[in-house]
């Protein structure tokens, strides 16, 4: 994987959004592993670094709020945005209080996708480098004029900081 971009896993047991949003995220500067079930996005983040995870949540074998919950007790600092097309407000209440940054509905715009999953990211280096959210605006001031791609490639180099 790239050291340069967001490191994505999706998880979706429905192989043809599997490969369609992974070909859209990719375009987008991500290095995405796309697997097709909770238990492959369990190994998936065991194996290599996750940034983010995009977990759907009705899925045979471990659910989503399963897969999230999984994740989060392995890998704390990781954000998940939970996006299906099955949700209810108790099942999105349910995720939020197991740790998921972000609940979508399907189907979602891709830019508010995108805006979900860089939220998610600025979360992730902020409680992974334990930096106040004033001093990561400050930080991302310089790319705030820029594309979204931009302003991921700041937030990367900002994570990559030792």
């Given at each position: 994987?790239?050291?340069?971009?967001?490191?994505?896993?999706?998880?979706?047991?429905?192989?043809?959004?599997?490969?369609?949003?992974?070909?859209?995220?990719?375009?987008?500067?991500?290095?995405?592993?796309?697997?097709?079930?909770?238990?492959?996005?369990?190994?998936?983040?065991?194996?290599?670094?996750?940034?983010?995870?995009?977990?759907?949540?009705?899925?045979?074998?471990?659910?989503?709020?399963?897969?999230?919950?999984a994740?989060?007790?392995?890998?704390s600092?990781?954000?998940?945005?939970?996006?299906?097309?099955?949700?209810?407000?108790?099942s999105?209440?349910?995720?939020?209080?197991?740790?998921?940054?972000?609940?979508?509905?399907?189907?979602?715009?891709?830019?508010?996708?995108?805006e979900?999953?860089?939220?998610?990211?600025?979360?992730?280096?902020?409680?992974?480098?334990?930096?106040?959210?004033?001093?990561?605006?400050?930080?991302?001031?310089?790319?705030?004029?820029?594309?979204?791609?931009?302003?991921?490639?700041?937030?990367?180099?900002?994570?990559?900081?030792?």
């Amino acid at each position: 994987m790239q050291n340069n971009k967001i490191n994505l896993l999706i998880v979706d047991d429905e192989v043809t959004f599997l490969d369609s949003i992974r070909k859209s995220l990719e375009a987008r500067d991500f290095n995405v592993i796309a697997v097709d079930r909770g238990e492959k996005a369990i190994e998936a983040a065991k194996k290599n670094p996750i940034d983010v995870a995009l977990v759907d949540l009705k899925m045979p074998g471990i659910n989503g709020e399963e897969t999230l919950k999984a994740l989060k007790a392995e890998h704390s600092w990781m954000e998940v945005v939970i996006l299906t097309g099955h949700g209810t407000i108790d099942s999105a209440v349910e995720c939020v209080r197991s740790g998921a940054f972000s609940y979508l509905q399907k189907p979602c715009d891709l830019n508010e996708l995108l805006e979900a999953l860089k939220e998610a990211f600025k979360k992730k280096v902020m409680n992974r480098r334990k930096i106040e959210e004033e001093k990561m605006d400050e930080l991302l001031k310089i790319a705030i004029s820029g594309s979204p791609r931009d302003i991921l490639r700041r937030l990367k180099e900002i994570d990559q900081v030792e």
